[in-house]
């Protein structure tokens, strides 16, 4: 991968991409990101750029043609991380049953933007999110199919001798006890937190495996991009592929799934009673603080959040 120069042309406000800007973060031109892009990726110089408008809360993301993309962080963000997001891009993209988005080039910050940014492939369709904007839930067997091939093709991925970073999700569940007091805390006007707070205290509990596998880490709808029958055609977002434990990746039963098919991945993945009620802990762990924390700043984060603890709630199969 080739380290570029970070090119011309202050990124300011212009055309906002993030529904969830704060104070701090990083402000994307559309105009300017064209010329970064050109100067930085001469082959691209010509090529038409447009912004995009995604649930995304980490990255402007501007089109480049019809096979590229730049992403571009809202904050700031060193060349070493990218690059190694770079990296795990790569490495899924080389294990994955499914299509996913191979990098192209990392681009070092400098003052007229402060972050490092990057270039990968485009996978075309749409993402799962798109795929339900009322709230439905799935009704493509074969996507559960799908998921199940996905999981096992990167359970089987090497470790090379790496374990759990200890960022995020993918270690200890009681770890995040914490956040989510304060999750709990913020939501009782979003849901029924005593249920959500006893099905927590009841699956947190459940012991970590003392296995390690490769993990995506984030496969939530916006991640998954679904051919036009419904099945899966592409994976996105895999920076962050790295080891974990087992169940993380169980969390798309939850976001994306039904009953119907949240039991067909079961049975597919042959998991047991303690590796999917994990997997149930860690969607709880994510949605919980999905639904207040951009209530008013991301609606499709938000109503992501919710829809799954609906779910989870309802699911007779984590029933005390």
């Given amino acids: ?15 906002s991409l993030s529904s969830s800007k704060g104070p701090g973060q990083l402000r994307v031109a559309e105009a300017a990101a064209t010329e970064r892009i050109a100067a930085a990726f001469p082959a691209f110089a010509g090529r038409p750029v447009r912004a995009l408008a995604t649930p995304g809360t980490v990255n402007a ?10 992403r571009f962080p809202l904050q700031p963000t060193s060349y070493a991380e990218i690059a190694a997001e770079a990296a795990a891009l790569e490495e899924f993209a080389t294990v994955a049953p499914f299509p996913a988005p191979v990098p192209v080039g990392v681009v070092d910050g400098d003052a007229g933007y402060p972050s490092a940014w990057s270039v990968q492939t485009w996978i075309p369709g749409r993402t799962a999110s798109e795929g339900e904007p009322d709230g439905s839930e799935s009704t493509c067997p074969g996507l559960a199919e799908d998921l199940a091939h996905l999981i096992v093709a990167l359970r089987a991925a090497p470790l090379r001798g790496r374990s759990f970073d200890g960022r995020g999700r993918g ?4 770890a995040h006890e914490d956040w989510m007091s304060e999750c709990f805390a913020r939501s009782a006007h979003l849901l029924d937190v005593g249920a959500a707070r006893s099905l927590w205290a009841r699956l947190s509990r459940i012991p970590h495996p003392g296995v390690e ?14 051919s036009d029958d419904g099945r899966l055609g592409g994976v996105l977002d895999s920076g962050s592929f790295g080891p974990a434990d087992p169940a993380l990746d169980l969390v798309v039963a ?5 009953r119907r098919d949240r039991l067909a991945l079961r049975a597919a993945l042959g998991c047991g009673d303690a590796e999917w009620q994990r997997g149930a802990a860690w969607a709880l762990q994510q949605a919980m603080g ?4 951009y209530e008013r700043t991301n609606a499709v984060m938000a109503a992501l959040g919710l829809r799954t603890m609906g779910r989870l709630l309802a699911d007779p199969d984590l029933a005390g």
């Fill in 1 to 15: 991968m080739d380290r570029h120069g970070a090119g011309r042309g202050v990124l300011t406000e212009d055309r």
């Fill in 61 to 70: 993301l501007f089109r480049i043609g019809d096979a590229h993309v730049a």
């Fill in 290 to 293: 999905l639904g207040w924390y």
């Fill in 213 to 226: 596998v490769m993990s995506h880490r984030d496969l939530i709808p916006p991640n998954l991009v679904l």
């Fill in 171 to 174: 270690g200890d569940l009681r």
């Fill in 254 to 258: 939850w976001h994306v799934l039904d």
